[in-house]
């Protein structure tokens, strides 16, 4: 039995190390994928104020209308409101 006995632990044992080793494994293989140049772009996106109300928003959110950067509709109506 003595084989055997020997064949039970070496089986725990890679049991053991393969539950205790995976997250480990997962987080290195992880790390890679991460892309750390993603995020540079929104945070060199541009930041403009509205000509109507003078809030400073990104050009990504801000609606653009006439040339200029607006921080929603109320505001491209308003200053179209204006100028006629
Ligand atoms: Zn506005």
Redesign the pocket.
Known sequence: MGFFRTLLIFFIFYCVFKFVLRPFLEAAQKKPAEKPNDQIPSLTDKIVP??????Y?PTKQALFADGNY???L??VA?KKQETN
Request: glycine share 16%; hydrophobic share 10%; net charge neutral.
């Open positions: 509205c000509p109507t109300c003078g809030t928003n607006y921080c929603n109320a505001c308003g």
